[in-house]
Nanobody
Framework: VQLQASGGGLVQAGGSLRLSCAAS????????LGWYRQAPGKERELVAE???????NYADSVKGRFTISRDNAKNTLYLQMNSLKPEDTAVYYC???????????????????WGQGTLVTVSS
């Protein structure tokens, strides 16, 4: 497993959750790191991303409520979600676009990596 997402759960509307995505190696480089979500019956959509240049992008629906961040020392990507709404209910996936990981003294280049998904349920 190269990406492991965690932190989902059940929360009331207005509450907060923080998702984590840990890489099983050291992330040497990447094009972008992001969080996507997929609600029942809907297509997967981009929620937030960090580019290799350090800029961040957010879906309009989460701007001002969600914050994406990264801890380089822990090789972990986060998504802080505040003021949650029932429409935020979805399975959240972390993604790495064109990452190079150092694993056991070997640098492995991937085209794309996905975490396994973590369920966020927001009750009204």
């Amino acid at each position: 497993v190269q990406l492991q997402a965690s932190g989902g759960g059940l929360v009331q509307a207005g509450g907060s959750l923080r998702l984590s995505c840990a890489a099983s190696g050291t992330i040497i480089s990447f094009s972008a790191l992001g969080w996507y979500r997929q609600a029942p019956g809907k297509e997967r959509e981009l929620v937030a991303e960090i580019t290799s240049g350090g800029s961040t992008n957010y879906a309009d629906s989460v701007k001002g409520r969600f914050t994406i961040s990264r801890d380089n020392a822990k090789n972990t990507l986060y998504l802080q979600m505040n003021s949650l709404k029932p429409e935020d209910t979805a399975v959240y996936y972390c993604n790495a676009d064109r990452p190079n990981l150092a694993i056991h003294d070997t640098i492995v280049a991937y085209r794309e990596l996905w975490g396994q998904g973590t369920l966020v349920t927001v009750s009204s």
